[in-house]
């Protein structure tokens, strides 16, 4: 358990994304790769699918769904929310 003040500060300034990229040019590079990412994860679930039992493509497609969900949430918003301007267009 985290009891060390310092500790939790830096955790929450992670999540919080309030240390976010300022360089215009690396939010586009790290939005290009974390969407390829986003990508190459959802092909890896149709690999899965066609080719293991439906309880491991369960399991794998939940796994996944978090990981995707951590990128969105601890890097592409407040990527996106300090650089509004390279936001894909259709991404909610």
């Given at each position: ?16 994304g309030i240390s ?73």
């Open positions: 358990m985290l009891t060390n003040v310092k500790e939790i500060k830096a955790v929450d300034v992670f999540t919080t976010m990229v300022n360089d215009k040019d690396t939010a586009i590079l790290i939005s290009e790769l974390m969407l390829r990412f986003g990508k190459e994860l959802d092909e890896s679930v149709a690999v899965v699918q066609s080719r293991c039992d439906d309880n491991e493509f369960k399991v794998y497609r939940e796994a996944v769904g978090f990981i995707m969900g951590e990128i969105l949430i601890k890097i592409m918003n407040p990527l996106y929310e300090k650089h509004l301007e390279i936001k894909p267009k259709g991404l909610k």
